[in-house]
């Protein structure tokens, strides 16, 4: 088994207490879930180039269709939604 080095982080008591209690609530260690938020930091970094600019320039371009009137609310887009399963809903 490989070594494995300690890396030490000061937090807030109350964020302490918080993350130890949510831990124990989903029945994980603190060193499980540290090492898992690490490893998909990590990941993240490591994500598909070009694929932060694809996702800040897709934003962009919604804010401007809001802007512009041409968006729609999400009231009206759930309504729509639920409109739509419910038809589906008769026909199964």
């Known amino acids: ?6 890396l030490e982080i000061d ?4 964020l302490r207490s918080a993350f130890v209690a949510a831990a124990e609530s989903a029945h994980r260690s603190t060193d499980d879930l540290l090492r898992e938020l690490v490893q ?3 990941d993240a970094q490591h994500e598909e180039p070009g694929y932060t600019d694809f996702v800040r320039a897709k934003v962009e371009r919604a804010r401007t269709s809001m802007e512009r ?5 999400n009231t009206d887009v759930e309504a729509a939604f ?8 008769t026909l199964t």
Do not use: W
């Open 1 to 6: 088994m490989p070594k494995q080095n300690a």
């Open 69 to 73: 009137g041409q968006g729609r609310a």
């Open 40 to 42: 998909d930091y990590v």
């Open 11 to 14: 937090l807030d008591p109350e």
């Open 82 to 89: 639920a409109a739509l399963r419910s038809r589906l809903k």
